[in-house]
């Protein structure tokens, strides 16, 4: 059965309120993603040798299993990081850049404000219909008073 995103509507202040769990946040879900990218590597390696018939004593295929097991539990981590963000309304838009957005209402329409790792708080947004989320669409809030959660 399907999960239906949670569709939270923040408004600026709720939005930057989110933005110091925001900052420690992505770090963690890049820690995380390096450790199961480092671990794939050498799950690979292990793969390779014990792919031949080897006995249970091979330290290699001790270290594969063990290795499997933190790599399974790293992405339940990741994942639930992720799910948590989600129900919490957060949209994560480019872990890499540190893009996230969050569903805000603008004169009554709705649209995702934009913040991006490293601003102070929420200055930009987007609307809904825009062809792409990149730089060219974040247009700057320039009238506070049209943006609110309702």
Not at 87 to 116: I, M, N, P, Q, Y
């Amino acid at each position: 059965m399907a999960r239906q995103a949670s569709l939270r509507v923040f408004d600026i202040e709720e939005a930057n309120r989110s933005i110091a769990e925001l900052r420690k946040t992505l770090p963690a879900l890049r820690r995380i993603l390096r450790d199961i990218e480092k671990m794939e590597d050498r799950l690979e390696i292990l793969d390779l040798i014990c792919n031949r018939s080897v006995v249970s004593e091979n330290p290699d295929l001790q270290e594969y299993l063990g290795k499997k097991v933190k790599y399974h539990r790293r992405i339940a981590e990741f994942e639930g990081m992720l799910l948590r963000m989600e129900e919490a309304g957060f949209l994560l838009r480019d872990l890499d850049v540190g893009v996230v957005h969050f569903l805000g209402r603008r004169s009554g329409k709705t649209v995702l404000l934009c913040w991006k790792e490293g601003e102070k708080k929420i200055s930009h947004w987007h609307s809904l219909d825009a062809e792409s989320t990149e730089e060219d669409t974040r247009r700057p809030i320039d009238d506070f008073d049209a943006f609110s959660a309702k």
